[in-house]
């Protein structure tokens, strides 16, 4: 394959963009924000779920709390009306009399009972609002911590991906007046050995850093300014230069 040594050249601009190209989209592939966004989501979710489950206990408890609430006053109702009947005298039969002092009693005892599951209620029911307010505090945190890297993250991004635009536009600037099947050959090379052109500077290839032998210099020597060369050793397209030592 033939080209103008210059455009040999521009060969290996491409393929330095191309590393830049690959470097910059490592980078933004590897920010340290994105393993610690993961790590953060695990964290986010669990304490999500915690809350969750606080705030199903609070409710609970919440309305087990006015069920006793109402049970309480029920039976201090029956109390208070029994105990007007009776302080109103409308009642003489004394068997009655004392039947209702029974019930006044049992009613008493009742409401002592009643009184007792609630305040157990109230208790449970503020130890777990604390929790809620604890998870709740949780989540606040991982949220913000989140937003944060996110915006960390981005930041990052936009500036490494202003730097790939440039790079990306400075390649296709590159690639200019290189003829389409030596194009084709240096994108084939690029794709499998990373690098597809590399400059041959004091008898080593830029490629695979290996020296080469004085009998394939000699060939290299040899060979037109308009030939295209590939390294014998790994079969880059290899750029002579000033310093190629042949
Ligand atoms: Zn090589």
């Given amino acids: 394959m033939k080209a103008d040594p210059a455009i040999q050249a521009q060969l290996l601009d491409v393929a330095e963009l191309d590393a830049r190209i690959a470097q910059l989209t490592h980078q933004l592939k590897s920010l340290p924000e994105i393993a610690a966004l993961a790590a ?26 006015k069920k006793a609430d109402a049970d309480v006053e029920q039976v201090k109702t029956r109390r208070e009306r029994d105990r007007s009947r009776l302080e109103q005298g409308v009642i003489t039969d004394p068997k009655q009399i004392q039947a209702m002092t029974h019930e006044l009693e049992s009613l008493e005892r009742r409401i002592g009972v009643l009184e007792d599951e609630e305040l157990e209620v109230m208790e449970m029911l503020e130890a777990a609002q604390m929790e809620l307010d604890r ?11 989140r937003e944060e890297l996110e915006a960390r993250r981005a930041e990052k991004s936009v500036s490494i991906e202003r730097e790939l635009d440039g790079a990306r536009r400075r390649r296709a600037e590159a690639v200019n007046g290189v003829d389409a099947p030596l194009l084709a050959l240096y994108d084939r090379l690029h794709e499998s050995r990373g690098i597809g052109a590399a400059a041959l500077r004091a008898r080593t290839c830029g490629g695979c850093q290996l020296n080469l032998n004085a009998g394939d210099l000699a060939v290299l020597a040899k ?8 390294c014998p050793e790994c079969d880059r397209i290899l750029v002579r230069t000033s310093e190629s030592g042949i």
């Fill in 135 to 145: 998870a709740e505090a949780e989540v606040a945190d991982s949220v913000s911590r």
């Fill in 40 to 65: 953060l989501a695990d964290e986010e979710s669990e304490r999500t779920n915690r809350m969750r489950d606080a705030k199903i206990r609070v409710d609970d408890l919440t309305k087990e709390q």
């Fill in 223 to 230: 060979a037109p300014a308009d030939e295209v060369l590939r």
